[in-house]
């Protein structure tokens, strides 16, 4: 949503320093292909780390890359859609994504947000970001890079065109999009500078499958 200028600077100045968080934070969540699954069968999400919970979804049998927020006992926490479920780990092997320059966001990461509706795709090319306030625009990368501190992982992507220039802080911390039971790995808070700016968006981000 839009924000009046001195609140975005704080919240910028917030993210950035990790202060302020009520989320809890993660690892960098971990990416999977599934495997040993037959052509014509699925691999079950279940609603407990257990055998006999109930099914809530499943994967196709060449899903990839799968993302694995947390692991237990052999089960990994994943995404089953609208909510979140568990699968087996048995089933899972690991990839490796490409990454964005000298950051940590994998190459072609999606992320959203509410209040209002928008979206963005972050690639090796730069953000493709779009609002129900604003057609869609292209912003290639001036930086993108990690940087340490205590708490969260935390990296940041600064892009631009002609008109405006975006900062933005991705972090790995568990994040709701407020509106559904599902889980993403990371939060993204995004500052825009230029015409008719400042103004901002925070939304949560998470890598599709193929």
Do not use: H
């Not at 079950?44 to 099914?55: C, L």
């Not at 859609?81 to 190459?107: H, N, Y």
Request: net charge negative; with cysteine; aromatic share 10%.
């Amino acid at each position: 949503m839009r924000l009046f200028k001195s609140f975005l600077i704080c919240g910028l100045f917030l993210a950035l320093t990790g202060a302020g968080s009520a989320q809890p934070y993660n690892l960098e969540p971990g990416y999977y292909a599934v495997s040993g699954v037959s052509a014509d069968d699925v691999l079950n999400i279940r609603a407990e780390p257990d055998a006999s919970a109930q099914i809530v979804g499943s994967f196709a049998p060449d899903a990839a890359p799968v993302e694995v927020l947390l692991e237990q006992d052999g089960w990994g926490y994943v995404s089953s859609g609208e909510g979140m479920g568990w699968t087996s780990m048995a089933f899972l092997k690991p990839v490796e994504v490409p990454r964005i320059g000298q950051s940590a966001i994998p190459d072609g990461m999606t992320c959203g947000g509410t209040e209002p509706f928008w979206g963005a795709e972050i690639s090796e090319s730069g953000i493709s970001f779009a609002s129900m306030d604003s057609a869609e625009e292209e912003f290639g990368f001036i930086a993108a890079e990690n940087f340490g501190g205590a708490g969260p992982l935390r990296n940041l992507l600064i892009g631009g065109n002609a008109i405006l220039t975006v900062t933005a802080v991705v972090s790995s911390e568990i994040c709701s999009d407020g509106m559904s039971d599902r889980d993403y790995p990371r939060r993204i808070d995004m500052v825009f500078n230029g015409e008719g700016g400042p103004f901002g968006y925070a939304g949560c981000c998470s890598m599709p499958l193929n």
